[in-house]
């Protein structure tokens, strides 16, 4: 999926971030448990520098608890990132996250000032929902829907921390077409951008390879259809989500698959692992550096084509 969803207020957001991240002494980035890699925020890398980061898998409660431990050992190789995975189901987890900032600066956490922290991370991802355990209050928006945060505040925590929450972000291109796929699939990107059976087929092809027995004890079959198609027709079928001609209603029954995923009915599933990460990153790069190289040689014979005809006139 090519995907460049990138409304102006992203925009403006990475600005507000650049600004003020000379004032943060740790980064916070939320990502979603189920999708590690494809919501990790590039973006965020380059700015980051040398600062601390916390990585927050959250919607642990959702993604394959085995997956989840391989992406905690993946993340934890420094003593400039610590990892941990969160669920809305055990805010005292949530709150260890301050604990964890003021490790990095102990000194600094009994100053005047305190420690100073900055919450990102990727539209639905659950950031709102952390912020609000955190500070013990509510004070950001919550919803199923993506980019509900639309400004930066300040926020004043329990143990001197501060905390500069930041509008839930993408970037400008998503390189990675599996990514595109996997935020669509989780919510991270608006459902009205997206073509829901395009989404489906993704999923339901993964499942079928990756989680076979999670879809056999959810949709009570005894085999498998080999197909995304004939899976979606099979369910559509026994679902009743049919339109006139006894045809499947395939955006309809669709939807009910994504929606299904979403909330863990059908189990406990991650879209992807550290080594399927590592291969799609390095796919990624060479892909783009191929680009790139195009670009350099189209500029370069459109310059020649240019001093060519000059030269004919001349």
Known sequence: MNLNWFPGHMAKATREIKEVLPKVDVIIEVLDARIPYSSENP???????????IKLLTKSDLADPLVTQ???????????????????????????????????????AHGPKGVTAMIMGVPNSGKSTTINVLADRV?????????????QQRIKLEQNVILYDTPGILWPKVENPDSGYRLAITGAIRDAVTESDDIAFYLIEYLLSTYPKLLKDRF???????????????????????????????????????????????????????????????????????????????????KGSRQEQSEKKD
Not at 92 to 107: A, D, G, L, S
Not at 227 to 251: K, N, Y
Request: proline share 5%; net charge positive; aromatic share 4%.
């Open 70 to 108: 391989q992406w905690l050992d993946e993340f934890e190789p420094s003593d400039l990132t610590l990892a941990l995975a969160t669920t809305t189901k055990q805010p005292e987890k949530i709150r260890e996250v301050i604990k964890m900032v003021r490790r990095f600066y102990p000194t600094k």
């Open 139 to 151: 004070i950001a928006k919550t919803g199923n829907e993506p980019a509900v945060t639309k400004a």
């Open 220 to 302: 009570h079959l005894e085999t498998l259809p080999e197909t995304p198609l004939e899976f979606i027709d099979t369910i559509g079928a026994s679902r009743g989500s049919l339109r006139s001609g006894g045809r499947v209603d395939l955006s309809k029954i669709s939807r009910i698959l994504i929606n299904e995923f979403r909330s863990g009915v059908i189990g406990r599933i991650s879209l992807e692992t550290p080594a399927m990460a590592k291969k799609e990153r390095l796919e990624t790069e060479r892909r783009v550096a191929e680009k790139k190289a195009k670009l350099e040689e189209a500029k370069k014979k459109k």
């Open 43 to 53: 973006v965020i890398g380059t700015i980051r520098g040398e600062k601390p980061c």
